[in-house]
């Protein structure tokens, strides 16, 4: 007998792939240009400093960008049910205050609580809204936030620090409240400053975001938990190959950028000028990959005041020049992706594509 064919539903729309690509549009933002606290409790720090420098951007599908809509808008039900249970909460929403803790460290707590907690009525509180799926909000209430929502806890705790900076007197409570998107339960804790913490946090997110080399991974296995699932396994761990990844080109990718204490970005090139954000995220022709988000050793006798010399194939000290005296990283990172493994390659393709010239 014939395998039949699986018979196709007439009543399926498309309706809802066509409101997938379209909201793609409408809830993209772009990527940070601070660390932010909620970030900062990530065990790997290359991890914090490949995001700071923009290495390459999360691309989320609509569905994705519907869901984090739907985590944003859970804020304003929480902010109006705690309101129902008598708890004094403001800077929330669209006036949330914003903590500046230098060096690029920056963050934004859901809210300030006033009054109203009832185990301590009059005690100022900052307040954290999460949502969970059904397996993370059972442990969370099995282990507590600290234990089960280390980075969600480093988070109060900077907001908690940032507070008692921004208003000038202590601020030293903190409410978490998170909901099971899978049945509306709700969990609240009261989490306790610990400064100590908060300022080890800080002080490291600041040293991460201006550090001017990548720092170590968390692990050399390519099948450790936290690499597995991390977008930048590829780069850290897929040996032979990651010669092929080359990063977006941005500023932050460039070896001329500098993420500097005083919370500015400037670039060597051109003298140490000031890089506005906007101007930051743009494609320049000045551009020179960064030695340490190219898979190919860096080759310093070669280089010249404006370009930088890498052994693109090492058995055969095959050197590629990238920069004003060489090809420009568009150039590079096209004949690459294109499949070139040698500076030959790299000329032959850019002869023949003429996509490859500015
Ligand atoms: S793959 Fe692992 S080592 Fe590399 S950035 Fe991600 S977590 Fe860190
Ligand atoms: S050299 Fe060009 S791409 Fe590099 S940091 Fe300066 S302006 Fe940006």
Redesign the pocket.
Known sequence: MALLETPINPYISTLSKTIDDLVWWDLQEPARAYLGISSIGEPCARKLWLSFRWFSFEDFDGRMLRLFRRGHREEETIVSDLRTAGVKISHVLDDQLTFDFGSHVMGHPDGLITEGVPEAPKTEHIAEFKTHNDASFRELKAKGVKEAKPMHWIQMQCGMLGATRYFGHQVDRALYVAVNKNDDELYTERVRLDEEAAENAIQRGQRIATGDYIPPGISQRPDWWQCRCCRFHDFCHKEGKKDRLLPE????T????TAAKDGKCY????GHSE?PVE??RK??????FHPDMVGWPYVERLGTKDSVAYSIDQLSEDTVLNGADGYSSREIKVAIEGGATSAAGIERLSEEDTELTF
């Open positions: 080109i941005n500023c932050r460039c070896a001329h950028f670039c060597e090139m051109f890089i101007a930051q494609e320049h022709y000045c551009h020179v």
